[in-house]
């Protein structure tokens, strides 16, 4: 995904994996890191719906 699209889901889709901080810099594009396991379940979740369509 592009950075303005996973920013987009982190403010609209409550099931979208949260962004960890990797610095104390709370400036607008400091470096984020991701859980790989929280965004491997976010990502079956959306296998899940497809399949049950």
Known sequence: MARPTIYKRIKDDPTFPR?????NSTARGAPVGFV???VQQ???SR?????GQ
Do not use: K
Not at 19 to 23: C, G, T
Not at 47 to 51: D, N, S
């Open 19 to 23: 962004p960890v901080p990797l610095s």
């Open 47 to 51: 296998i899940e719906m497809r399949e």
């Open 36 to 38: 790989l396991a929280e």
């Open 42 to 44: 976010w990502i079956q």
